[in-house]
């Protein structure tokens, strides 16, 4: 599975983004999808995960009713809805594939449990 995510950009706080993140390969369909951030000097953090169905999203404590995480598989995209942006939602966002396909984990939020990633989008929310 080959991503590519787009759609970042610069905003003000209070604001909203969507991101996207395209993927190659048949079988995006039977993989869970992830959205991770990374700010400047600071580890890569969970932001959103939907399962491979579209049934089930989790999202990280700092996004939750701000962030939605959606996908069409039809189109092999996974979408970020980013809302009521603040500016520590600064950072560089990251989609990836879970490593394995149809995995359920209760791990979701590790990077560990994801095998293949986007090169990254820049989204800054200015004050």
């Known amino acids: 599975v080959q991503l590519q995510a787009s759609g970042g950009g610069l905003v003000q706080a209070g604001g909203s983004l969507r991101l996207s993140c395209a993927a190659s390969?048949?079988?995006?369909?039977?993989?869970?999808m992830g959205w991770f951030r990374q700010a400047p000097g600071k580890e890569r953090e969970f932001v959103a995960r939907i399962s491979w169905s579209g049934g089930r999203s989790y999202y990280g404590d700092p996004v939750k009713g701000r962030f939605t995480i959606s996908r069409d598989n039809a189109k092999n995209t996974v979408y970020l809805q980013m809302n009521s942006l603040k500016p520590e939602d600064t950072a560089v966002y990251y989609c990836?594939?879970?490593?394995?396909?149809?995995?359920?984990?209760?791990?979701?939020?590790?990077?560990?449990?994801?095998?293949?990633w986007g090169q990254g989008t820049q989204v800054t929310v200015s004050s």
């Open positions: 990836a594939a879970d490593r394995t396909p149809r995995r359920f984990t209760s791990n979701y939020a590790s990077t560990d449990e994801y095998g293949y």
């Open positions: 390969g048949r079988t995006f369909s039977s993989y869970d």
